[in-house]
Antibody, heavy 122, light 111 residues
Framework: EVQLVESGGGLVQPGRSLRLSCAASGFTFDDYAMHWVRQAPGKGLEWVSG????????AYAESVEGRFTISRDNAKNSLYLQMNSLRAEDTAFYYC???????????????WGQGTLVTVSS | NFMLTQPHSVSDSPGKTVTISCTRS????????VQWYQQRPGSSPTTVIY?????PSGVPDRFSGSIDTSSNSASLTISGLKTEDAADYYC??????????FGGGTKLTVL
């Protein structure tokens, strides 16, 4: 059974940093690209960032480019999102998600984590 | 950049069939696969359709997906509506410049 478990969310002041983690199990982690997707309270889904299976290709949404960094550790079956210079508008549930395609670039999601809430407020 | 446009809301009664559309603003809908996600209140999203029309294991065959190149749109059809189908539904696709684009979401109400 595929499981994606996010951690690291919480309350943080504007301008500060936070690092999210996602522990993956139930599939061969280093065969698949991974995504971070967020959802502000009461709003729709917004793609944040994606990384391919070997970290050779990475992409970001314009809204986070230059502030957020995605990474993965295939030996630990883990995905990360380093979030710097946080803003109030970054407040959202952050979901870790597994891509559909085997050893391909980003196409879509087949499994989602339960999410971790990040609140940016003074 | 392209956009995916969905109706804000749809509704129908139990047992009926409902279709949710997803129109791509530029580029062909057939060029890149479309996925559909269901999000029930208070829960994380789940995938109900991938690669235009494929159902993950465990998703009932009441859910089906299709694309229509004449309207440059994708559709999610749910037949035999059940109260448990009430949720927000999102379409998603991509292209070479945009790795992941979501539609704005459609709220399905089962009356």
């Amino acid at each position: 059974e595929v499981q994606l478990v996010e951690s690291g969310g919480g309350l943080v002041q504007p301008g500060r940093s936070l690092r999210l983690s996602c522990a993956a199990s139930g599939f061969t982690f280093d065969d698949y690209a991974m995504h971070w997707v967020r959802q502000a309270p009461g709003k729709g889904l917004e793609w944040v960032s994606g990384i391919n299976w070997n970290s050779g290709s990475i992409a970001y949404a314009e809204s986070v480019e230059g502030r957020f960094t995605i990474s993965r550790d295939n030996a630990k079956n883990s995905l990360y999102l380093q979030m710097n210079s946080l803003r109030a508008e970054d407040t959202a549930f952050y979901y870790c998600a597994k891509d559909i395609s085997w050893r391909d670039w980003l196409r879509g999601v087949d499994y989602w984590g339960q999410g971790t809430l990040v609140t940016v407020s003074s | 950049n392209f956009m995916l446009t969905q109706p804000h809301s749809v509704s129908d009664s139990p047992g009926k069939t409902v279709t949710i559309s997803c129109t791509r603003s530029s580029g062909s809908i057939a060029s890149n696969y479309v996925q559909w996600y269901q999000q029930r209140p208070g829960s994380s999203p789940t995938t109900v359709i991938y690669e235009d029309s494929q159902r993950p294991s465990g998703v009932p065959d009441r859910f089906s997906g299709s694309i229509d190149t004449s309207s440059n749109s994708a559709s999610l059809t749910i037949s035999g509506l059940k109260t448990e189908d009430a949720a927000d539904y999102y379409c998603q696709s991509y292209d070479g410049s945009n790795p992941c684009v979501f539609g704005g979401g459609t709220k399905l109400t089962v009356l």
